[in-house]
Nanobody
Framework: QLQLVESGGGLVQPGGSLRLSCVVT????????IGWFHQAPGKERKGISC????????KYADSVKGRFTISRDSPGTTVYLQMNSLVTEDTGVYYC??????????????????????WGQGTQVTVSS
């Protein structure tokens, strides 16, 4: 199955920044997407951002909008999550995985639904003073 390897987590103070990386180990279909998912301690996993393979269309959860940015080197390659202005609520394990893709009113797009068969080990982010 598809392998995705997350890295870049660590311990940072509130207001700090981190950049997470997700290495995609094999080509992705054009009609697919990669999402970043966050699981806070004792909480359910939730999607925070996704990006489509074909055209780089992005979505963000309200909780991270304006602070986090998803990007990629080129379609089907390493995907990044730039995290700025970190707050303690951002603490938890971050996963990248194939995300849900479909056609909505705005056309081909990705969704933040926390559903995937490609979950990896994740990378730990701790925001604390």
């Amino acid at each position: 199955q598809l392998q995705l390897v997350e890295s870049g987590g660590g311990l940072v103070q509130p207001g700090g920044s981190l950049r997470l990386s997700c290495v995609v180990t094999e080509p992705l279909p054009d009609l697919s997407s990669i999402g970043w998912f966050h699981q806070a301690p004792g909480k359910e996993r939730k999607g925070i951002s996704c990006i489509t393979t074909r055209d780089g269309k992005q979505k963000y959860a309200d909780s991270v909008k304006g602070r986090f940015t998803i990007s990629r080197d080129s379609p089907g390659t390493t995907v990044y999550l730039q995290m700025n202005s970190l707050v303690t609520e951002d603490t938890g394990v971050y996963y990248c995985a194939r995300s849900v893709t479909g056609y909505g009113l705005s056309g081909y797009e990705c969704y933040l639904t926390p559903k995937s068969h490609d979950w990896g080990q994740g990378t730990q982010v701790t925001v604390s003073s």
